[in-house]
């Protein structure tokens, strides 16, 4: 014999209660809700949702959103879509920092009634107990109304209840004796009821008063999503940006001469002229001396060599600190004010680690590896060593103070003017501590920007996006071929990385000069930069490149030769066969085309050479789409046919259309979907082509 | 200024400690864990799993899991691959009920010593250091060990300290001073430490060592995923059964007699030897009188006609009595019992509303809804209407005395041996109510199978077998071209519906008979059955489809005509055309081939006439795939290529093989992937083909 269980339902409602509605599968939702997606202030978060009950209800449903800071939540509505059986609506992000959202359903019992009382008097059923049940609702309403609304809402329901006293009959005579013989009197009087009957159903049915309703009758049954979800809302720049970067030490004039802040400064009005919007410097620290490197990495080091700024500390201070051969913190301050005249922002470089001379190394031991012997470990990936770095033990047993003083060091750039850090290596650091962190900073100061600069597998990657990172660095380096471009941007831009991974596309880096670089002569720098600037609305270069630049450490090395980590470099910026001009172009057109500021809007199309990629930036309104192709070969002339979008561009299958060329100013007539192309390196890389409309 | 927040560390770790490893992507996972998966007792549970942190070192993980009942966490190891950066294992569900599992992971610190150790050694670098540091690692094992473990840790740490007395030097004397002259006597010295170091190297990757640290040395850093997922394992009937609907009152012999259960119960032997495993009774219960429908839904009702099973309840009693011209509860009892004598069960149907008779009207009014003037609501839709059914009202005030009393009928039937339980259109009742009456069920009898009999929408369907039923019916029925059944199966077979989804394909109900079996003739039936028999482990047929019963209410309708829902039907089961033989022999071939019984393993193949659907059922190890081939056109003959998976089945490209049809016993000669096919349905409607293997 089986025992019954005794347990009553009561007791599962005790911790949470019952859900009316059935609320799944909202989007945006990363992992089950645990990150926060991320947009650009001004945009609309588009959210969507399952919502369902048992049974032939009708159901309403809206998102429920805050700002950060604020308690109260705000509402914005669901509509339903009867072809997908979903509901979506969306609201404006007007401002930045971390907003949250969930969603609220419920049961629409007026609307429910009033669709019911409609259908049963059309098909001539008896509806008196239907306009009853409606006067309630309507009271119920009433109740929770004030003024005039409320006189308005007693009024509808005593008229649904036939009690307003217009003439109709007395509600007790509302039914009519079903037996009653059909003699004349009678069927005048069961004609009056009908017609009062029919304006009482109209008056159920009034528009105004289903907005009052509406507006006033508490939702039944309502049932919140069970989790409240988080947006990052980020200043524009966060995600449309041209980046220059440069070490302030080779902004000189005199060849291998250390230069200052002050001597750097002057070359911002360039920089700005190209039409960049940040500079990022690599560290300004004062700089280790105890196995410090020499040129080309080496383990000698002359006495007139400046080092590695990423072996930060020595004797004159560590991260907060300014490298005495650079100036001072004033001097720095200067600089970071005259490039914001210029209409740009300075990055930082944070880079989380200590030459053995930086001064945390005698304070604070406790915060590094220690050796059985009392000794503080360098870095190390056995077999190799960096004697001249010492990581920092994140999780060692002052960690709390360690945390703290590593947040004091963004406060304290971040009280001198800088918004933007460059972080150096994040993914040899706890995701926890970075997930602390920027929450920490972005809490006072949610205008700040963190910019990975993880090269490691994908999943690594996308985790320091999901925990916080306002930008990444990509893999777009090392995709230098049509597939790996195509397939690479289809996953930023289509998957859901594009809900919380922002790329950002440098050409090149201290670290990274592609052998497509070392080996595609001036067109391949052409290639790349007009590929970073039209695929993506945040692209880089590392200064050089303008130069085209090329010459390796050796063969088979992404190193550049006398790389500029450990040496000064000056540098005649106007060399023969600079790219200044195509820089300018090609930013000028970043700002002057929203379209190139979009970050999903890519798409690519059809070509017959796999030397040239076609793709459009759609502005989901024909008014300003551009369509991009490019030779990805820097070496000889290509030629294909491409096949245009034109039903995306709303153009008819064949009439000729004018495209004209945005970087040259040349007009080509198209015909059709496909048509020819010829790009020839030595005369130019690509097109970057606008439809001429009427 | 901007103040720099004071804000520390720990206070984030307060409420939840930082997790030291990132785990992610766990597979498999329902809605971020609100919902279950579903296996059979027997299975593994394969999981998976990102785990990664910062830095090079190496990690390790595991499953942690516990059946229900139990408090423990067991363990069961996860491995890397490479290749996809992911963690996988696999746990046994040994026995049934809802189990709990989630992810832990740490850092290998001793794994990550031991590797650096020997790249360091191997590079010809001095390890005195690191030998030191593992020693302190061992020492730690030590410290959990007891007995001979202790000794052996205890012993391998004093041997990596040089200080096992086996003649070694005194550890202060392992670093040579560097500055020593190369005098014969120093080099002696530096000879005997190189190898006393080599000798201590061995000793610290013994691969016994590497065994005993990882048994006990506290896992460092170990971190748990943030959710506890959950599997329900039910037996196995729950997944694979052929199902048998009939009317007990229809199981007479005399014409238009009301049948009882003793009467019916003789008719199981013969559906027993037909091969079916579980019998469905549509309501057992007294039925209504008021409003009782007659023949053909017809609103009319004569003093003989039986009415609907499914208007519940009359003064003989409700859910929990039994109709008195079935017979009495213990004529119930027999006939389950003799179903079990002949490997069979009986499926009950469960279907929560009243007739206005049912005992609960009187007893309780408030678990239904009220019109104004305090009558009881009929259930409609509008301006349909149901005047013989009162739908209950899971809301009421009085829910959970409501709630308890169906959990309560429920446990009536277990108590009277019934295990599996049909639920009559549970997409009208709360999504919230079955979630809890199924776990409050289940808790106490994990074997009871909830079968949905839900026809509605895609999301409400799955989310029913979100929240726990163990079974749904599917749009099978109306799937019966060849690009529907593809689409159709692949969702079910190859998307998260395979997680938790679970459909039962029946042929016919006496609510649907479609017109590809109205139009089809005989051929047609033997069409779905074979479908459904060999492309999912649960299906059935209600009863007169084995006859070829097919005359609609009228044409256009899915509804038959004399249905026996408002009538008694007596049949001659051995009438002229049956497809008893076909239906004994498919059921047979489920038994004997353990691929028909896989719920995920169908795999369609290409042919070339779109009236022929072709499939293989995969075992996964070339032992007994089979090939399955149905002319979808019960008219007329068709012909084609079929391509046969040559390669999944583990053949040669271009040799004969030899392929037998389970159905027939001929036998065919097929050479390489192409091979003809031509079925008339005057003869056959399919092939079961079997690979000859010598």
Redesign the interface.
């Known amino acids: 014999?089986?025992?019954?269980?005794r347990?009553?339902?009561?007791a599962?409602s005790a911790s949470a209660p019952?859900?009316?509605v059935?609320i799944?599968?909202v989007s945006p939702?990363l992992?089950?809700?645990?990150h926060p997606v991320k947009r650009l202030v001004g945009e609309e978060l588009a959210v969507g949702a399952?919502v369902?009950?048992?049974?032939?209800d009708l159901l309403a449903a809206r998102i429920c959103y805050r700002p950060s800071g604020e308690t109260e939540w705000r509402y914005a509505p669901l509509t339903y879509d009867f072809n997908d059986?979903r509901w979506s609506g969306a609201f404006l992000l007007h401002r930045i920092g971390r907003w949250t959202y969930t969603i609220e359903a419920w049961t629409d019992v007026f609307g429910t009634w009033r669709?019911?009382l409609e259908?049963?008097h059309?098909?001539g059923?008896d509806v008196a107990?239907e306009l009853?049940?409606g006067a309630?609702l309507v009271e119920q309403a009433a109740r929770c109304a004030k003024g005039d609304a409320r006189v308005a809402l007693d009024r509808a329901a005593a008229r649904l209840r036939g009690e307003d006293g217009d003439g109709a009959l007395p509600s007790s005579s509302v039914d009519p004796p079903s037996d009653a013989p059909a003699v004349r009197g009678a069927r005048t009087n069961v004609d009056a009821h009908r017609a009062d009957v029919t304006a009482r159903v109209a008056a159920a049915l009034a528009p105004e008063l289903l907005g009052l309703v509406e507006q006033y009758l508490p939702p039944h049954?309502l049932t919140r999503y069970?989790?409240e979800l988080e947006v990052i809302v980020d200043r524009e720049r966060a995600g449309v940006a041209a980046w220059y970067e440069m070490f302030p030490r080779s902004q000189g004039t005199r060849p291998g001469q250390h230069a200052t802040f002050r001597e750097a400064e002057r070359r911002l009005e360039e920089i700005a002229a190209l039409g960049f919007d940040v500079v990022y410097l690599p560290p300004i620290h004062p700089i280790g001396r105890t196995h410090r490197k020499g040129p080309n990495n080496s383990l000698q080091c002359g006495p007139d060599d400046p080092g590695s700024p990423w072996a930060i500390g020595n004797e004159h201070g560590g991260h907060t600190a300014v490298e005495p051969a650079l100036g001072t913190l004033t001097d720095f301050e200067d600089f970071v004010a005259r490039a914001g005249e210029l209409g740009m922002e300075v990055a930082l470089d944070y880079a989380l680690q200590c030459s053995p001379d930086h001064p945390w190394v005698t304070e604070h031991p406790a915060w590094f590896f220690i050796?059985?012997?009392g000794t503080i470990k360098y870095a190390?990936?056995?077999?190799k060593k960096y004697e001249d770095i010492y990581p920092l033990d994140?999780?060692c047993d002052d960690?709390?103070a360690l945390?703290?003083a590593c947040?004091?060091v963004l406060?304290?750039w971040?009280?001198r003017g800088v918004r933007i850090f460059r972080v150096d290596n994040p993914?040899?650091?706890?995701?926890?501590?970075w997930e602390?962190i920027i929450a920490?900073v972005q809490?006072?100061?949610p205008d700040v920007i963190f910019f990975a600069e993880a090269f490691t597998?994908?999943?690594?990657m996308k985790?320091l996006a999901k925990v916080g990172f306002t930008q990444s660095y990509t893999y777009f380096t090392w995709r230098n071929d049509g597939a790996e471009l195509r397939e690479y941007l289809t996953e930023l831009t289509t998957t859901e990385m594009a809900e919380y991974f922002r790329g950002n596309f440098f050409v090149n880096t201290p670290d990274i000069l592609h052998e497509y670089l070392q080996t595609g002569g001036r067109p391949a720098f052409q290639v790349r930069l007009l590929l970073a600037a039209t695929m993506n609305p945040l692209y880089g270069i590392y200064s050089g490149y303008e130069l085209c630049e090329r010459e390796p450490l050796h063969a088979g090395s992404e190193e550049y030769l006398h790389s500029e980590k450990y040496e000064v470099r000056v540098r005649d910026w106007h060399a023969p066969g600079n790219l200044n001009a195509e820089i300018a172009t090609i930013n000028r057109l970043r700002r002057e085309h929203r379209v190139l500021q979009g970050r999903t809007n890519l798409t690519f199309h059809p070509t017959e050479n796999a030397h040239v990629l076609f793709y459009s930036r759609d502005d989901g309104a024909h008014r300003d789409d551009l369509l991009v192709v490019v030779n990805l070969d820097p070496h000889r002339p290509q030629e294909t046919m491409v096949t245009a979008p034109l039903a995306a561009l709303g153009l008819g299958a064949d009439a000729p259309f004018v495209v004209e060329d945005l970087l040259s100013g040349e007009r080509y007539t198209w015909r059709g979907p496909r048509n020819y192309v010829r790009l020839d390196p030595a005369v130019r890389v690509g097109h970057v082509l606008r439809v001429v409309r009427a």
């Open positions: 014999m089986v025992k019954a269980s347990r009553r339902p009561a599962a019952f859900a009316r059935f799944e599968a939702e992992d089950g809700g645990r399952d369902f009950k048992d049974g032939h059986d669709s019911g259908k049963k059309t098909a059923l107990s009853l049940e309630m049954g069970d989790h050796r059985p012997d190390e990936n056995p077999p994140f999780w960690f709390d945390w703290t947040r004091d406060t304290f971040i009280a993914h040899t650091k706890p995701l926890a501590f602390w920490e809490r006072e100061h597998r994908p999943k690594p985790a």
